[in-house]
């Protein structure tokens, strides 16, 4: 049982370009959700997705988009790269009723030169 | 969303009783308080949630006030291993939960 998997693990771009990070989870969670994480922050929200074909914007959702179209996976594109946008990027799901919690990937470091 | 805070930073020696309050004034009647800990370079890890009252499991317990505005969450004989960013959220049903700054502990040794 992998939980979550983040893929890939790390990644540099150079400013404009573009790319995609998949998450996958193997525990038939609804939720699922990208976070991303810069030095001495918490964690802010970019997108979530309640359940497959459904997708719904976070805190942060500019300069990304999303699809869901398997349950059991949620993409985060980023569609022209900024420096803005280095950062660590973590995967979650959980259930619906959230019971346990989520589940974390393990993250995707990501640096726009 | 209710905001939660809570304090930015904590230090013990090993073998100490941690206790970590985290203030949420302007929770709602559905939501439920639920505390993760992250360490560096990993993604945060579910520790445990409550709604009132105690909830205790092998990792920590919760403690929630009548009044529901605070809980504190109790890590019992710390090891330099519980040395994380621990971080207390809010929410209920489909509403993504919102993470803060967290309280960063440090266990002595």
């Known amino acids: 049982n992998a939980g979550v998997t983040q893929t890939p693990k790390f990644r540099v771009l150079k400013t404009g370009q573009s790319m995609t990070l998949l998450c996958a989870q193997d525990?038939?969670?609804?939720?699922m959700y990208w976070y991303r994480q810069d030095p001495g922050m918490g964690l802010r929200l970019i997108h979530y997705s309640v359940g497959e074909g459904t997708t719904a914007k976070g805190e942060v959702p500019d300069g990304y988009n999303v699809s869901r179209l398997k349950k059991q996976n949620f993409l985060l594109g980023l569609e022209s790269a900024a420096p803005s946008q280095t950062s660590v990027y973590f995967c979650?799901?959980?259930?619906?009723?959230?019971?346990?919690?989520?589940?974390f990937g393990s993250g995707t470091r990501l640096t726009v030169v | 969303l209710a905001k939660t805070t809570q304090p930015i930073s904590m230090d013990s020696y090993e073998g100490q009783e941690v206790n970590i309050t985290c203030s949420h004034n302007?929770?709602?009647?559905?939501?439920?308080i639920t505390w993760y800990q992250q360490f560096p370079s990993q993604g945060p890890r579910f520790i445990i949630q409550?709604?009132?009252t105690k909830v205790t499991n092998e990792v920590a317990s919760l403690f929630i006030p009548a009044d529901r505005k605070s809980s504190t969450l109790s890590l019992p004989r710390v090891s330099l291993s519980d040395t994380a960013v621990y971080y207390c959220?809010?929410?209920?049903?489909?509403?993504?939960?919102?993470f803060g700054k967290g309280t960063r502990l440090s266990v002595i040794a």
């Open positions: 959220l809010v929410g209920a049903g489909n509403t993504p939960l919102v």
């Open positions: 409550g709604y009132k």
């Open positions: 302007n929770i709602a009647t559905n939501d439920y």
């Open positions: 979650a799901s959980s259930p619906a009723d959230r019971v346990d919690g989520y589940t």
């Open positions: 525990m038939n969670h609804e939720y």
